[in-house]
């Protein structure tokens, strides 16, 4: 959904019940996308956000957060540290 509007992305993960992975901060803010009543948002936090860089730090992330219950939270995952907000 490359190029698509926040709004249209973020209805589309909702309407699919899928966990919403992106490297746009804005889904970080809670004020404008609350993560509550979503699957569940990652922010993945990645400076710069080569193609390698990227998919090692979603498998990094996945690993982390393989049993950690995430529907209606916000995580953000930066480096070896992620913090997840309910």
Request: charged share 30%.
């Amino acid at each position: 959904m490359s190029g698509e509007p926040d709004e249209k992305v973020r209805a589309f993960a909702i309407e699919s019940g899928r966990v919403l992975v992106t490297l746009d901060a804005d889904f970080a803010n809670i004020l404008r996308f609350p993560p509550t009543g979503t699957p569940g948002v990652i922010r993945l936090k990645i400076h710069p956000p080569t193609e390698e860089a990227i998919r090692e730090l979603i498998h990094r992330t996945l690993r982390a957060l393989k049993d950690v219950p995430l529907d209606g939270c916000l995580a953000v995952s930066h480096e070896d540290v992620i913090r997840i907000r309910r």
